[in-house]
């Protein structure tokens, strides 16, 4: 069965602190992304990355950073979080893409609330 | 640039009554693929269908059906004979191939509520 695995469901952080959201899949898929989720704005896409060491920005990067030192692990980083990166995070995998299977597998979201 | 309209916020029926979520999308890919994806109140997102720009047939999963027209531009999704645990949020979703950043451009989702 595949899966996605965000390391924390919830979660609390002070302003200023350095906050790591972990995510780990199974499916040994190429392809891993962060999306942010807000009432009314949908999910919009932080960072992606298509290889190991590999990173790409998406939408909204901004306070951001990410690390995928091995296949299966998709770290975010919030470098000095603040009241307005409290949201919805949500990591998904995906095969190769285009031409190939290219649907997405998702996590069960994790929720950052900054405080 | 590509773009996801779910122009529904919020949809409230009773439930056994049919409903559609409707989706319209813009890009100058001629490549494309079109995702519906689930989300109940445990936060996951469920994979519901995959849409190639090249097959406009229309799909049929038990209770579930879309309807894709390129001419349009819509990517509408149908719950016949509404049930409770249909209530979740749905979100219509793009991928193409060169459009900026890899990965799926969603819409805002709609909010399917199935009262009892």
């Known amino acids: 069965d595949v899966k996605v695995t965000q390391s924390s469901r919830y979660l609390v952080k002070r302003t200023g602190e350095k906050v790591f959201l972990e995510c780990v899949q199974d499916?040994?898929?190429?392809?891993m992304f962060w999306y942010r989720q807000d009432p009314g704005l949908g999910l919009r896409l932080i960072y992606f990355s298509y290889d190991v060491k590999m990173k790409e920005k998406g939408d909204i990067p901004e306070g951001y950073s990410v690390s995928r030192e091995k296949k299966e692990r998709f770290s975010l980083i919030l470098e000095s979080a603040s009241t307005n990166q409290t949201s919805m995070y949500l990591c998904a995998s995906s095969p190769d893409g285009m031409g190939k299977r290219s649907e997405a597998f998702f996590g069960q979201g994790t929720r950052l609330t900054v405080v | 640039a590509q773009k996801v309209t779910q122009a529904q916020t919020e949809i409230s029926v009773v439930e056994k009554e049919d409903v559609t979520l409707d989706c319209v999308y813009e890009?100058?890919?001629?490549?494309?693929?079109l995702f519906w994806y689930k989300q109940p109140p445990s936060g996951e997102l469920v994979f519901l269908i995959r849409?190639?720009?090249?097959?406009?047939q229309n799909e049929i999963s038990g209770r579930y059906s879309w309807n894709f027209q390129k001419s349009t531009s819509s990517f509408n999704f149908t719950i016949t004979a509404s049930q409770v645990v249909d209530s979740a949020v749905y979100f219509c979703a793009l991928l193409t191939r060169g459009g900026g950043a890899d990965g799926l451009t969603f819409g805002k989702g709609t909010h399917l509520i199935i009262q009892p």
């Open positions: 499916m040994d898929h190429e392809n």
């Open positions: 890009t100058r890919d001629t490549t494309y693929y």
């Open positions: 849409r190639n720009s090249f097959d406009e």
